[in-house]
């Protein structure tokens, strides 16, 4: 078992630093955003262009980043959805066991889905064609923007880091429910 918890620690410390780096996307969102605002209407002041679509859609994917890195962050913390009003009156290991369960059957099967359905869209985003060979990426369609690969990857970056910190919560909730 200390092996798992181990195991479990490290998994946490991961998903304290994606936790960290979600907090950081919403700031860099609001500062982005904040500039876009000032430059639009500065520019139309002028006449000048001071903004660009690189801009506005760097602000949506650091906008999408903030969740995507953040699940897992959420689930560690305990802040996910559940039915408190029941939750919060049951013992430590009544607890654990309901965790447990619904993260083994759920979490876990809802994880590995998303992974399997998204796989194939981000491949091909990277430019992977029918005969298994790579060509050019997937661009934005509007004038300036930003390549989707990147973007998308972290779809399946989010599923993996969600599915590393539900098995460290089944590591930690075993441990409760031996403990009592």
């Given amino acids: 078992?200390?092996?798992?918890?181990?195991?479990?620690?490290?998994?946490?410390?991961?998903?304290?630093?994606?936790?960290?780096a979600s907090a950081f996307c919403v700031l860099l969102t609001i500062a982005i955003g904040f500039y876009n605002v000032i430059a639009r209407y500065l520019g139309r002041f002028l006449g000048i262009k001071f903004t660009s679509n690189m801009l506005i859609e760097l602000q949506w994917y650091l906008f999408s980043l903030t969740f995507l890195l953040g699940f897992a962050y959420i689930?560690?913390?305990g802040e996910n959805v559940r039915v408190d009003?029941?939750?919060?009156?049951w013992s430590?290991?009544?607890?654990?066991?309901v965790d447990l369960i619904g993260h083994s059957l759920f979490l876990i099967t809802f994880c590995v889905i998303g992974l399997y359905v998204t796989t194939h869209p981000v491949l091909q985003s990277w430019g992977r064609l029918p005969d298994g060979t790579f060509g050019t990426w997937e661009l934005s369609p509007d004038p300036d923007g930003l390549p989707r690969a990147p973007i998308k990857?972290?779809?399946?970056?989010?599923y993996g880091m969600l599915l590393m910190?539900?098995?460290?919560?089944?590591?930690k909730n075993v441990k409760v429910i031996q403990e009592n």
């Fill in 165 to 171: 910190q539900t098995f460290s919560e089944i590591i």
């Fill in 85 to 89: 009003f029941l939750y919060t009156n």
């Fill in 75 to 77: 689930l560690k913390h």
């Fill in 1 to 20: 078992m200390q092996t798992l918890l181990k195991f479990s620690q490290r998994i946490d410390d991961i998903t304290e630093y994606f936790g960290k």
């Fill in 92 to 97: 430590p290991k009544t607890k654990a066991w």
């Fill in 153 to 158: 990857s972290m779809i399946l970056v989010g």
